[in-house]
Nanobody, 120 residues
Framework: VQLQASGGGLVQAGGSLRLSCTASGTSASIDNMEWYRQAPGKQRDLVATVTSGGSTNYANSVKGRFTISRDNAKKTVYLQMNNLRPEDTAVYYC???????????????WGQGTRVTVSN
């Protein structure tokens, strides 16, 4: 199972970026999909969650600025980030909770991380 993240980069404060993360290598169902971030010297924090049904939840620090969404057919989760701030600078990681009903088995996989840098 592989999660491939992309979309990071360097942007000025107030700008926007869209992150994507696509799952491959399994036919298992996907439950929750999440985005986390880890700033230098800090722990990895949950940014946003989207359930299989499309319900979303956000960290207080990004509410109103970030939007998480998913395309179940493409096994892809997105994070639209608007009005970016220097404190949003971090490596962003996607994760997905997989369910194989035939075994049954559940597990979480992580993407490799994509760096977002917001300059003043």
């Amino acid at each position: 199972v592989q999660l491939q993240a992309s979309g990071g980069g360097l942007v000025q404060a107030g700008g926007s970026l869209r992150l994507s993360c696509t799952a491959s290598g399994t036919s298992a169902s996907i439950d929750n999909m999440e985005w986390y971030r880890q700033a230098p010297g800090k722990q990895r924090d949950l940014v946003a969650t989207v359930t299989s049904g499309g319900s979303t939840n956000y960290a207080n620090s990004v509410k109103g600025r970030f939007t998480i969404s998913r395309d179940n057919a493409k096994k892809t989760v997105y994070l639209q980030m608007n009005n970016l701030r220097p404190e949003d600078t971090a490596v962003y990681y996607c994760s997905a909770d997989f369910i194989d009903y035939t075994k049954p088995e559940v597990w979480r996989s992580w993407g490799q991380g994509t760096r977002v840098t917001v300059s003043n």
